[in-house]
Structure formats: C-alpha cells, structure tokens
C-alpha cells in the first residue's frame, strides 16, 4: 500500500492550497481517510476525516476553513485549504487504515 501526498508549499495567509492524496495497493472506497498534520515542536494532530460513507469531520482549528473530499475511481483524497493562517504550517500527512504517506510540507507566511 502507498499513499502520495502533494500540493503542499509555501502560501501567504490567507490564500488556498489543495492537498492531493493517491492511494495504491488497497480498495480506497472500503476504507475511512484522514489528513493529520504536525508542526514543528508539537504533537501530531487530526485536521479531517472522511469514511466510506462520506461523512466527514474537522478539528475545531479548521471547521469552515478546510474541505475533505474523495474520489474513489481516482483512489484520491482531496484537502482543500482556504483562509490559511500561519499557524496551519505543517507537514500535513494522509492516512487509511494504519498506512500514512510520506507527507507533504505546508507554510503559511504572515
């Protein structure tokens, strides 16, 4: 099983980036994915979740701001990440089941 991450990088407050997540190896649609993040000095966090059902859920920190998604014939979850403050910069991870990807590095400048 592999998970891809992209779409991070470097954005100014306020702007958008979108997070790409491309799984291999398993049946993507039986299975509940996630995006968690970790910053520099602090613990790893859940930013969202989706389950095979689609019902989804935030952490507060990003409720309003942030949108899950999946594409179950692309094998492909999606972050999309508006209003971003510094304090979203991390290095945001995907995970399904108990395989996360590589991650991929977001900052935010102020």
């Known amino acids: 099983v592999q998970l891809q991450a992209s779409g991070g990088g470097l954005v100014q407050a306020g702007g958008s980036l979108r997070l790409s997540c491309a799984a291999s190896g398993l049946t993507v649609g039986n299975y509940g994915m996630g995006w968690y993040r970790q910053a520099p000095g602090k613990e790893r966090e859940l930013v969202a979740g989706i389950a095979s059902t689609y019902k989804t859920s935030y952490a507060d920190s990003v409720k309003g701001r942030f949108t899950i998604s999946r594409d179950n014939a692309k094998k492909t979850v999606y972050l999309q990440m508006n209003s971003l403050k510094p304090e979203d910069t991390a290095v945001y991870y995907c995970?399904?089941?108990?395989?996360w990807g590589q991650g991929t590095q977001v900052t935010v400048s102020s």
């Open positions: 995970v399904t089941s108990i395989y």
